[in-house]
């Protein structure tokens, strides 16, 4: 049973540019959630996705925004890359948007921007 | 606001003894509350969740944490440390958003555990 992947696992952008991430949530979930990981930091919620639309956002400007396919595996997009979006871009499903329901997570998208 | 905090950036503990990583929480209403470990250029593994019932709970790889309502606190555990228990453990609370009541996980900054050999 594949767990969450994430593609690319590096990535390095310029100052300006768009990026997109892929996820690919673990078989039988419906919903997916990305979390961006500053170094020495937790990772703070960027929005989660289920039924295809965004159904929650965390305190992250609009150049950051996403989708959510049918299969249920989703994208991430940044555009206008700033320095400061330099991070690990970690991407979590789960199966229901239950309060008991524990996230798996994908190894991550190591985002550099220069 | 709610919050998660980890007040100790690292734990340092010898092979075999007892281990305690700490954490507090503020949330308005009932708690949800879930351990994360983190191993280099790893994403994050589930060791336990608590939602109701008995305050000690068992996850993953024999770790428990002990939920305190009174201390607010959810402290993660472990009766004898292995040096492969060393990385990064988070713990995090999932939020009912006020506006929407749905919910998000809400992450503490990360304890850093170092079993000694």
């Known amino acids: 049973d594949a767990g969450v992947t994430q593609s690319p696992t590096h990535l390095i952008k310029t100052r300006g540019q768009q990026v997109t991430l892929r996820c690919s949530p673990k078989?039988?979930?419906?919903?997916v959630s990305w979390y961006q990981q500053a170094l020495g930091q937790g990772p703070q919620f960027i929005f989660q996705?289920?039924?295809?639309?965004?159904?929650q956002r965390g305190n992250f400007p609009d150049r950051f925004s996403g989708h959510q396919f049918p299969n249920y595996s989703s994208e991430l997009n940044v555009n206008a890359l700033l320095l400061g979006d330099s991070a690990l871009y970690l991407c979590?499903?789960?199966?229901?948007?239950?309060?008991?329901?524990?996230?798996?997570f994908g190894q991550g998208t190591r985002l550099t921007v220069v | 606001a709610q919050s998660v905090a980890q007040p100790e950036d690292q734990v340092n503990v010898a092979e075999g003894n007892p281990l305690t990583v700490k954490c507090t929480y503020s949330?308005?209403?009932?708690?949800?509350l879930f351990w994360y470990v983190q191993y280099p250029n790893r994403g994050l593994q589930f060791l336990l969740k608590?939602?109701?019932?008995?305050?000690l709970v068992k996850g993953s790889y024999g770790f428990e944490a002990e939920f305190n309502k009174s201390q607010t606190s959810f402290h993660l555990k472990k009766p004898s440390a292995l040096v492969s228990d060393s990385a990064l453990y988070f713990c995090?609370?999932?939020?009912?958003?006020?506006?929407?009541?749905?919910?998000?996980?809400?992450f503490g900054s990360g304890t850093r555990l170092q079993v000694q050999p």
């Open positions: 995090a609370v999932r939020d009912m958003w006020k506006d929407t009541g749905r919910r998000a996980l809400t």
């Open positions: 078989s039988g979930h419906d919903t």
């Open positions: 949330v308005s209403g009932n708690p949800y």
């Open positions: 996705y289920y039924e295809e639309e965004e159904r």
């Open positions: 979590a499903s789960s199966l229901g948007q239950g309060v008991n329901t524990e996230a798996f």
């Open positions: 608590y939602i109701t019932g008995d305050n």
